[in-house]
């Protein structure tokens, strides 16, 4: 059975959705605006792709036992447009999906794995993943909202 998959899927759909309509409201000069200019993360976009860039991480991990930080290759520069960073949300979403194929059964669940530093359960992975995920996309909804109520979207 994959009743716990099922809802765990349902949890990185809702995250994946909820970024990609964050993206779509705020306008192409302004994803990547900072509420406060001299202090890293502090943007819209860049919280986003941190979100995604953890789900990626995960993606990475189970299918291919790559940990690597996507950070590098998924930079605010290289994801400057709208449309750009949508594709790579999308990209995320097809690799997630992909890592939870391999799960066939909620017992593979608490399986471990040699995560990026220690063996974890394939379970503690995926928690720790939304977690972090939810964080960043939480700080992007927020900087969205504040600097829209105070004129700078």
């Known amino acids: 059975m994959r009743v716990l998959i099922k809802t765990l899927e349902d949890q990185f759909t809702e995250l994946f959705l909820k970024s990609k309509k964050l993206v779509e409201t705020v ?50 520069e290289s994801l400057s447009q709208k449309t750009r960073l949508l594709e790579y949300l999308e990209t995320v979403e097809k690799e997630r999906k992909k890592a939870f194929e391999f799960l066939k059964t909620d017992d593979e669940i608490s399986r471990e794995l040699p995560a990026p530093e220690e063996f974890k359960t394939i379970g503690e992975v995926i928690f720790s993943t939304l977690r972090r995920a939810e964080h960043y996309l939480a700080r992007a909804e927020l900087i969205e909202y504040y600097l829209r109520k105070n004129g700078g979207l």
């Open 27 to 76: 306008e192409d000069g302004k994803l990547y605006k900072r509420l406060l200019e001299q202090v890293p993360l502090t943007s819209v976009g860049e919280n986003v792709i941190r979100s995604s860039n953890v789900v990626e991480q995960f993606a990475g991990g189970i299918t291919r036992r790559l940990w690597d930080d996507p950070w590098e290759w998924s930079l605010p």
